[in-house]
């Protein structure tokens, strides 16, 4: 079966599935065949996102004293995206402790997908704010009142200070956690933001130039629904069990009827268990045979599912024969319930 689409996951199509194949057949047999492959989180994670979430708590709190009493919405409004932060950092250290609890009987893949609810809260919180700094920015248009820049310029650069400490804390634990990584960008867009409300300052000292606080703070909030609304499109997507994006359905397929063990694949499901991990299902053909003999097949499926998509978390169902019409999709997926689809389990 040829690939028919541009899109992979780390992968180019076509021929480069015959040398990933290779690579999985010469390295599957050092795995363990029954695993599914959660990364160990390092105990340190955890405490530098509490120094983190100390920190991004604090500078909000300087900035919006700082704002009232300089009379600069550029400040409060950067407050407004710290505390943002603020609650992205608390949902990536419940996350983490959540993570490590595990599955239940009543939770069977366990707790993760709490950060997205906590990521939609964090959407509604942001949006009302996000409002009412609008509301702010329009009247100090239509009625200028005098900015402390010397006062904006202090409030600043504590934020560049705690922001830039933060997001060294934070970088090196980036390179391995989606979660981290994503407190990791909130933090440098911090730092850039304090930048500006720092230069914003500077220019109030020199020139009476009140207008450039108000649209200062109105270009930070479009920054901030800007990301609301990433946030919104991917927290719909995990709940609704899509695709994920960075996965392409018909690569896994080809990839895996190019095994020669395999003799077609159909029914092929994709899903994010939560933001950083990744479940898969299908049906496998292959011939008949006892079951002790897939295990082999299965171990060497697994690995080449984990280290060419990034899927931790594989379910195989193995047949003999196709069933319903062994398409790409799932027939009840679809939708279809009508006469001549046939139910399978």
């Known amino acids: 079966m040829k690939n028919t689409s541009e899109q992979s996951n780390g992968t180019s199509p076509d021929h480069s599935h015959e040398i990933h194949t290779h690579k999985v057949n010469r390295h599957e047999t050092n795995t363990h065949s029954c695993s599914h492959h959660h990364g160990d989180v390092k105990d340190t994670m955890g405490s530098r996102l509490l120094i983190t979430l100390a920190l991004n708590f604090i500078i909000p709190v300087v900035q919006i004293i700082g704002g009232f009493y300089a009379h600069s919405m550029a400040l409060i409004s950067d407050a407004t995206h710290n505390f943002s932060d603020f609650t992205a950092i608390l949902i990536s250290y419940v996350a983490f402790r959540i993570g490590k609890k595990g599955a239940s009987i009543p939770n069977t893949f366990g707790y993760r997908r709490a950060e997205i609810m906590a990521a939609l809260i964090n959407v509604v919180i942001l949006t009302g704010a996000s409002a009412f700094i609008i509301y702010g920015a329009v009247h100090r248009l239509h009625h ?15 934020g560049i200070l705690g922001n830039g400490f933060s997001a060294w804390l934070l970088h090196r634990d980036s390179k391995h956690s989606l979660n981290v990584r994503s407190a990791f960008l909130h933090m440098i867009g911090d730092f850039l933001f304090s930048i500006a409300v720092l230069l914003n300052g500077l220019v109030l000292i020199y020139k009476p130039w009140y207008w450039l606080d108000p649209v200062l703070s109105l270009l ?18 995990v709940l609704m069990n899509a695709t994920p994006k960075n996965l392409n359905l018909q690569n896994i397929q080809n990839y895996l009827t190019d095994i020669p063990e395999v003799s077609s694949v159909h029914y092929l499901h ?36 984990m280290h060419l998509f990034n899927i931790d978390h594989p379910i195989l169902q193995f047949e003999t024969a196709e069933c319903g019409n062994g398409s790409l999709l799932c027939e009840l997926s679809c939708g279809d319930q009508g006469e001549g689809t046939e139910k399978h389990p």
């Open 144 to 158: 200028p009142e005098t900015v402390s820049g010397l006062i904006v310029v202090y409030v600043a650069g504590i």
């Open 220 to 237: 930070i909030v479009l920054f901030i629904l800007k990301n609301c609304w990433s946030i919104l499109k991917e927290s719909t997507a």
């Open 270 to 305: 994709a899903w994010n268990v939560s933001a950083s991990s990744v479940a898969f299902s299908c049906h496998v053909v292959v011939p008949d045979q006892t079951l002790s003999r897939t295990e082999k097949l299965a171990k060497k499926i697994r690995y080449g599912l």
